[in-house]
Every structure is written in C-alpha cells, then in structure tokens.
C-alpha cells in the first residue's frame, strides 16, 4: 500500500524559523473516490510568502494551524486516476501542500493542467507558473507600462523578478535591477537583457540609481522593502506606479506588525506614487491565458529562466530559509 510523507507546522517561528518549526510524518493514503486522482508529486515550489503563512496573525490568507499540512504548491504527475478530467500520466500543478502524494478532487480549483512542451515540466512552478503570472499581472495590470519608461524591479534576479525585467525589456522600457552580489547582477544584465543592474550589497544603491536613472523612475516594482524602498523614494517621478508584490527584507521580522513597511514610506511622501498591494489570485480567471503569453515568450527565445533545485523531500526547511536570505539564484524547487 502506498504510503504519503508530509510537513506539518509544529510551532510558529520567532525570526529565521528553524527545523522543529515543521515535522515530517508519514501519513496513509485512503482509497481513491469517484471523480479524484491521485498525484505523485516530482516538485515542491520554494516560496517567501510560505513565511508569513507560519505566523499566527491573519494577512491576506489564514495562517496555518499548527498540526496542519505546511502551504505549498507542487507539481506531479497522475498515477491514478478516478476522473474523465485527469488522466493516468497527465502532469498537473496543485496546492495541496508540502506532501508527496495529492489525493485530489478533480474539480479542484487550485488543480492546473500542465500543457503538453518541450519545455521542462519544472518551469510550470516557476517562469510559466505562479511567480511568472506574478510578474506578468503586477506588471501589465497595476504598473502599466509604456515605451522609455523607466523600470526599477527589486530582487530581479528571482523567480517573480526576473519575468518582471524581461517583460519590462519586451515591452521597451528603461530597465534597471537590483540584486545581490556580481554574480546575480551580471545574469540580470547579460541574460535577462536589463540595461543596468544595480548590485545593493555593494554599491551605493542611491548613487546608482541617480547615475541609471537619469529621467527618474517610472515604475518600481516592490519585491524586497527596507533600504531599497527608501532610497527608491526618491527618485520616484511625478505620476511613478509601484506595483506592491511584497516586502522579504521583514519577513522573518518577529513583529512583522512593527515593521515599516513600502506603504509607510510612500505614504509619507509629498507626492506619492500610485501604489498597491497586490495578489496575484485577482486574475486567477485569466491564469491560463497568461501563462499561454509567458509560454509564447519562451518558446520564442524572448523568456528565459534560472532554478535552484535541492534534491531530497526533507531538504525544505533548509530551502525555504535559503529563499528568505538570497541564497536561492533563481526559482527555488525541492525535488522529491
Ligand atoms: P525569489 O526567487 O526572488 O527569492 C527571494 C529573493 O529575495 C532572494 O533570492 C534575494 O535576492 C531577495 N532577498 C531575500 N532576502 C532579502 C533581504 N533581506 N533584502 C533584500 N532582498 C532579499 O522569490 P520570489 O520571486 O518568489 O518572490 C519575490 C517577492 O514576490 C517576494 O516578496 C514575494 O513575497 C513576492 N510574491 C508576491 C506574490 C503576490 O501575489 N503578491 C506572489 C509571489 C511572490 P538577492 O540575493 O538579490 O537579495
């Protein structure tokens, strides 16, 4: 009889959370029902937002409770199938959690079929999957850009941020990065096509943006908070839009709720920018198309992608800490 492995959340993080935040257990797998699959999972998506989900307070989803299966979206492959949607060898994407077996409904709304691509299945959690509709909504739905404006994105390097920058070039902007050390900097330019990329580990990141950013800047995509924002601040123009997709430099916070965060900055600015929070969830009705657009760029060379896959289910924890102190280099995967 097949057998399931999964984490559950076994106490809430104080700042960096540590191994005995989660327990890994293995579970029994019942029978499958009418109109259910079942998937065994190949990969498990790394996500920041995984980090807030372990703390006690409501954001903008439930916490998860302690004793329940930890948040997360993986990626698999249907080895039984109950279902006329589903069948036997389909490649689906599901968030079900950190568990090695999905046993499913199919009329799941979190259920999403891999198309049939040359591509490697992998990229469906990444560039083509949660974090690239990320880049592709926050960017064409709150930012709109237009042609030669200037385009600012934080974290650039990552899984949200690198479709950012390669669709700001795409859509013929003034496109700058920032990243983490030479290494990350050097792939935002040469291979994700920014025009400049401002290293904030070792560079005057004000100094830079005066020097990339000659005619200010248009639109800051928000990925990190801190620092960063602040300086961004200023140098924002008249009419700026900054697309708000998080803040990781206060995620492992102890008390996040005291932390300043990009709406505090902005909102003490004489003029500033238009500006929200947004989850890419709002457009969960036009996922499909959007990933068939992020799939059209891939397969035209216009869209590239970079992942950090830890081998090994109970590797996790480790990864998820590596995502929240930029040890990751591109998208961050478990491979089971
Ligand atoms: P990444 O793959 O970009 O990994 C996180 C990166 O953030 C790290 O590689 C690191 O890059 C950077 N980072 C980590 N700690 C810090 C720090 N203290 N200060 C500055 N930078 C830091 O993750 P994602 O692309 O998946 O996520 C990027 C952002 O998008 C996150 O804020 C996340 O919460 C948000 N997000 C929001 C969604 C929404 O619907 N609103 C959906 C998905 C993601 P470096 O080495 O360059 O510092």
Same mark, same amino acid.
């Given at each position: 009889m097949l057998k399931n492995t999964i984490f559950t959340l076994n106490k809430r993080p104080k700042g960096i959370p540590d191994n005995n935040c989660w327990k890994l257990i293995d579970s029994p797998i019942r029978n499958i029902k009418k109109n259910e699959i079942l998937i065994e999972n190949m990969y498990l998506s790394i996500d920041p937002y995984m980090r807030g989900r372990m703390n006690a307070g409501k954001s903008y989803a439930p916490p998860v409770n302690i004793g329940e299966i930890m948040v997360g979206e993986t990626l698999g492959r249907?080895?039984?199938?109950?279902?006329k949607k589903y069948l036997e060898g389909d490649l689906v994407c599901v968030?079900?959690?950190?568990?090695?077996y999905t046993l499913v409904?199919?009329?799941?709304? =979190?259920l999403i079929k891999v198309p049939k =691509?040359?591509?490697?299945?992998?990229?469906f959690l990444g560039a083509l999957g949660m974090p690239g509709r990320t880049a592709f909504f926050g960017l064409t739905?709150?930012?709109k850009p237009n042609q030669g404006e200037t385009v600012v994105i934080s974290a650039a390097s990552g899984a949200v941020g690198a479709v950012v920058t390669q669709l700001a070039k795409i859509y013929e902007c003034n496109v700058v990065g920032i990243a983490g050390g030479y290494e990350k900097c050097k792939y935002v330019t040469? =291979?994700?096509?920014?025009?400049n990329c401002i290293d904030y580990k070792n560079d005057n990141v004000l100094d830079k943006l005066h020097e990339y950013c000659p005619n200010g800047v248009d639109i800051y995509f928000e990925n990190v908070g801190g620092d960063i924002t602040r300086d961004i601040s200023k140098v924002l123009n008249k009419n700026s839009r900054v697309?708000?997709?998080?803040?990781?430099?206060?995620?492992?916070?102890?008390?996040?709720?005291n932390e300043e965060t990009p709406f505090t900055v902005f909102k003490n600015?004489?003029?500033?920018?238009k500006h929200r929070f947004f989850v890419v969830r709002e457009w969960a009705h036009q996922f499909e198309s959007a990933t068939k657009t992020l799939l059209n760029y891939m397969e035209d060379g216009q869209l590239s992608y970079k992942e950090t896959i830890t081998e090994g289910f109970e590797n996790a924890p480790q990864a998820l800490r590596d995502v929240l102190s930029g040890k990751n280099f591109g998208k961050q995967l478990i491979k089971f």
């Amino acid at each position: 009889m097949l057998k399931n492995t999964i984490f559950t959340l076994n106490k809430r993080p104080k700042g960096i959370p540590d191994n005995n935040c989660w327990k890994l257990i293995d579970s029994p797998i019942r029978n499958i029902k009418k109109n259910e699959i079942l998937i065994e999972n190949m990969y498990l998506s790394i996500d920041p937002y995984m980090r807030g989900r372990m703390n006690a307070g409501k954001s903008y989803a439930p916490p998860v409770n302690i004793g329940e299966i930890m948040v997360g979206e993986t990626l698999g492959r249907v080895v039984k199938s109950n279902s006329k949607k589903y069948l036997e060898g389909d490649l689906v994407c599901v968030h079900k959690g950190w568990q090695k077996y999905t046993l499913v409904k199919d009329n799941d709304l =979190t259920l999403i079929k891999v198309p049939k =691509t040359d591509i490697p299945a992998s990229v469906f959690l990444g560039a083509l999957g949660m974090p690239g509709r990320t880049a592709f909504f926050g960017l064409t739905k709150v930012a709109k850009p237009n042609q030669g404006e200037t385009v600012v994105i934080s974290a650039a390097s990552g899984a949200v941020g690198a479709v950012v920058t390669q669709l700001a070039k795409i859509y013929e902007c003034n496109v700058v990065g920032i990243a983490g050390g030479y290494e990350k900097c050097k792939y935002v330019t040469d =291979t994700l096509g920014a025009n400049n990329c401002i290293d904030y580990k070792n560079d005057n990141v004000l100094d830079k943006l005066h020097e990339y950013c000659p005619n200010g800047v248009d639109i800051y995509f928000e990925n990190v908070g801190g620092d960063i924002t602040r300086d961004i601040s200023k140098v924002l123009n008249k009419n700026s839009r900054v697309p708000i997709c998080g803040f990781i430099s206060k995620y492992n916070s102890i008390n996040i709720a005291n932390e300043e965060t990009p709406f505090t900055v902005f909102k003490n600015m004489k003029n500033p920018p238009k500006h929200r929070f947004f989850v890419v969830r709002e457009w969960a009705h036009q996922f499909e198309s959007a990933t068939k657009t992020l799939l059209n760029y891939m397969e035209d060379g216009q869209l590239s992608y970079k992942e950090t896959i830890t081998e090994g289910f109970e590797n996790a924890p480790q990864a998820l800490r590596d995502v929240l102190s930029g040890k990751n280099f591109g998208k961050q995967l478990i491979k089971f």
